[in-house]
């Protein structure tokens, strides 16, 4: 039988169109070609940081410098002009990425240069542990002796931070520091992989590693403490201490996240939004019976919290309200098994110093108070938490929020590793905008507790931008929730304190806003024109995954991209 089919393909062979390999060649899909290149990238990647795993050390710095160089090289080898617009997306973000990264590896060079004449006693450790890696036999009275001198050295290093009181400016401070808690990393990796396995090693290693362990933890808390108070910026009476990165770093920024605004101008678009938001407070105000004493009637929702106990199934309630909404719009696609698989749990009380509202995606974080909460900060807690406040963040972060977004970002394009808080926290802003739009709040109440998030949104940017130009204190940006926005003040100070100590970076509390009126702005061109239905616009926005929102816009307006492409949209014409 074999042979009768083997046969019949030799005798119809000729009549086939077998495609030359010259014609197969120029059929290549270029984008699967930089859909490969990225998923190479982004293991190569992985495969770097977990070898070269010292952070600070020079070889690791090095290393990715080659490798990012590299990279740059063998992109620019695709034919841009040969590339679909989803295709240029990538090329112009995975070129853009690299160039950033190049940027912040000479940056961290040249800090470590800076310090280098403080931290290099410590060379000899990243050397032991590039031969740990490869299992080398080293000799225990030879890395003994090691220790002993590293150890040595770094006491008269102590001991000229002290007699000397040199000081740093932070970004010195914090390398430094850096560079010693990567120093302890090598020497316990070493330590621990010969530990036991090697007898002799172990006899003459283990009080040097114990001695030299105790020696750079103190000094690593020593040059935390180096700050030259001069160049850091005074405690205002707030507590809060940030690092405010000046106006050419904020425009750097921007630039990188594809915004073509000034701060200067976003303060301004800012001011706009909150003067909308003023109307629509006075007429909820009068509409509850207070007049113009939106505050008396904002302090009447603030007392609408339910018990101890009960938030969480307070909170099921108002999810249930949204996604029945959602569903009954047919705004966009639920899968079922997003619907399914998220869940609670509760926010720590010292997290919430913090965090003091919600968290989400799969899981729904609620900050609510707790037995051992002082009175006052119980009270602040529940009513700033309350359910018509709470209206406007459900669904932000879970469903069509930040739940959604993840999960479906998992299932379409999941290559395409261009996060943005402009188009994560945006996309999740831009449904509390569309659901205002779409009367989903229910009464006066409804509204006072959406506006509310709706002004902080507008706050974040005006108090967040000051911040870093240097124009504003913490402790400025905290009364500025409180009496702009009707903020709790404990809520205010843990949002400050959020803002510029929790390990966000400088642009994230603007992106909230700014992206979201990225996204009503292309809801507006895409939708209201007519060329898509709500759902084709908010299914295509997520299959795309996440990257700049200008870059969603050319995707789903198949624009004609150049490959010197700069940011130039822009969004906001009111």
């Not at 621990?192 to 006899?203: A, I, K, R």
Request: proline residues 5%; aromatic residues 12%; glycine residues 6%.
């Amino acid at each position: 039988m074999y042979r009768f089919y083997f046969a019949l393909l030799i005798l119809i062979a000729p009549c086939m169109a077998w495609p030359e390999t010259e014609s197969l060649s120029a059929q290549t899909d270029p984008v699967t070609g930089l859909y490969d290149f990225i998923i190479n990238l982004q293991e190569d990647e992985r495969s770097l940081y977990r070898f070269y795993a010292i952070r600070n050390s020079p070889e690791r710095n090095e290393r990715f410098t080659a490798f990012y160089n590299d990279k740059l090289q063998e992109l620019e080898a695709y034919s841009f002009q040969d590339m679909n617009v989803g295709g240029r997306v990538e090329y112009l973000l995975t070129k853009r990425d690299l160039q950033d990264r190049l940027y912040r590896l000479q940056s961290e060079r040249d800090e470590y240069q800076q310090v280098a004449v403080y931290t290099h006693p410590g060379l000899p450790l990243y050397d032991l542990e590039k031969e740990r890696r490869r299992g080398k036999n080293l000799d225990g009275s030879e890395v003994a002796r090691t220790l002993d001198q590293v150890s040595e050295n770094f006491h008269a290093v102590s001991r000229q931070l002290s007699s000397d009181d040199i000081k740093f400016k932070r970004s010195l401070a914090e390398r430094a520091a850096g560079i010693v808690a990567g120093y302890n990393q090598a020497l316990k990796s070493v330590f621990e992989f010969y530990q036991g396995y090697d007898p002799e090693f172990t006899w003459w290693v283990t009080q040097p590693y114990e001695n030299l362990t105790h020696q750079l933890d103190s000094l690593e808390i020593q040059f935390e403490n180096a700050i030259d108070e001069s160049t850091f910026p005074k405690d205002d009476g707030s507590g809060i201490i940030g690092s405010p990165i000046g106006r050419q770093e904020i425009i750097r920024r921007l630039e990188l996240n594809m915004i073509p605004y000034t701060p200067e101008e976003l303060v301004d678009i800012a001011m706009k939004e909150f003067e909308w938001c003023d109307r629509e407070l006075l007429k909820a105000s009068r509409e509850m019976g207070f007049g113009d004493d939106w505050k008396a009637a904002q302090e009447k929702v603030k007392m609408s919290f339910v018990p101890p106990g009960q938030q969480p199934e307070a909170m099921l309630d108002l999810y249930n309200q949204s996604v029945s909404f959602l569903k009954e719009h047919d705004l966009l696609t639920i899968p079922p098994l997003a619907e399914e698989t998220w869940r609670m749990r509760m926010i720590e009380p010292e997290r919430q110093k913090i965090s003091p509202f919600f968290l989400g995606g799969e899981v729904l974080q609620i900050s609510y108070p707790t037995d051992e909460m002082d009175h006052d900060d119980k009270l602040m807690s529940m009513r700033g938490n309350n359910p018509h406040f709470s209206r406007a963040t459900v669904h932000h972060e879970l469903i069509a929020g930040h739940h959604l977004q993840q999960y479906v970002n998992n299932r379409n394009h999941p290559y395409r590793n261009f996060r943005t808080p402009f188009w994560t926290e945006g996309w999740a802003l831009y449904w509390e905008l569309l659901l205002w739009d779409k009367e989903f709040p229910r009464g006066p109440e409804d509204k006072i507790g959406m506006l509310f998030w709706r002004m902080h949104r507008c706050a974040r940017i005006i108090f967040s931008l000051n911040y870093h130009l240097g124009e504003w204190t913490p402790q400025q940006c905290i009364d500025y929730l409180v009496d702009r926005v009707g903020h709790e003040r404990a809520n205010a100070e843990g949002e400050v304190r959020r803002s510029f100590t929790g390990n966000y970076g400088p642009l994230y509390q603007i992106a909230y806003m700014v992206g979201g009126l990225q996204f009503r702005a292309l809801k507006e061109e895409l939708v209201d024109s007519g060329k898509m239905t709500f759902k084709q616009f908010h299914d295509a926005v997520l299959e795309e995954n996440a990257m700049p929102v200008e870059m969603v816009r050319a995707i789903l307006t198949d624009q004609e991209l150049k490959e010197d492409f700069k940011t130039q949209w822009r969004f906001y014409n009111k």
